[in-house]
């Protein structure tokens, strides 16, 4: 995935994110892009505290596709993923993560929020301790305040 696909994927997600938002949920959004780079086979936006964008949408993809084929698939995200959300899309067999922002970029503007008590371990700290080759590509620090931007109002306002 080139620079372009990466974070024109990335604005897409940070839509679904603040459609998300919209509904009262937490703004996070992912996508699920193809081999090719371009097609996005499936967005999901947080639905709640359990149910992150990042795992309900690696869950889908695994309900819907071989793990081959998801070997090969991205799953672009707004924010990094938190430990719940990259075990899941390491046992969907998915291939790639690409996030916008990381974790402790939430955690530098949310605080110890009690919804959202990030966790402090990196989704390449997780991965490291699997059995296969995750690639991993953020944060895209171009980024980052476009990211950040659905959460100011959000999180101050909860």
Same mark, same amino acid.
């Given at each position: 995935?080139?620079?372009?696909?990466?974070?024109?994927?990335?604005?897409?997600?940070?839509?679904?994110?603040?459609?998300?938002?919209?509904?009262?949920?937490?703004?996070?959004?992912?996508?699920? &892009?193809?081999?090719?780079? *371009? #097609?996005? $086979?499936?967005?999901?936006?947080?639905?709640?505290?359990? !149910?992150?964008?990042? @795992?309900?949408?690696?869950?889908?993809?695994?309900?819907?596709?071989?793990?081959?084929?998801?070997?090969?698939?991205?799953?672009?995200?707004?924010?990094?993923?938190?430990?719940?959300?990259?075990?899941?899309?390491?046992?969907?067999?998915?291939?790639?993560? &690409?996030?916008?922002?990381? *974790? #402790?970029? $939430?955690?530098?503007?949310?605080?110890?929020?009690?919804? !959202?008590?990030?966790? @402090?371990?990196?989704?390449?700290?997780?991965?490291?301790?699997?059995?296969?080759?995750?690639?991993?590509?953020?944060?895209?620090?171009?980024?980052?305040?476009?990211?950040?931007?659905?959460?100011?109002?959000?999180?101050?306002?909860?």
């Amino acid at each position: 995935m080139n620079v372009d696909q990466i974070q024109k994927h990335l604005l897409r997600a940070n839509e679904v994110a603040m459609r998300a938002a919209g509904m009262g949920r937490h703004p996070f959004g992912a996508l699920l &892009v193809a081999p090719d780079g *371009e #097609t996005v $086979l499936a967005e999901q936006g947080n639905i709640d505290t359990v !149910n992150h964008a990042e @795992s309900t949408l690696a869950r889908q993809a695994a309900d819907n596709w071989p793990g081959a084929y998801l070997a090969r698939c991205t799953l672009v995200t707004t924010f990094e993923p938190c430990a719940m959300c990259t075990g899941t899309l390491y046992w969907a067999n998915i291939g790639r993560v &690409v996030y916008g922002a990381s *974790e #402790t970029d $939430l955690l530098a503007m949310t605080g110890n929020h009690e919804e !959202n008590p990030t966790l @402090s371990l990196p989704c390449r700290e997780v991965l490291a301790r699997g059995q296969k080759a995750i690639e991993v590509i953020g944060p895209v620090p171009e980024l980052t305040e476009e990211m950040l931007a659905p959460h100011r109002d959000f999180w101050a306002a909860r």
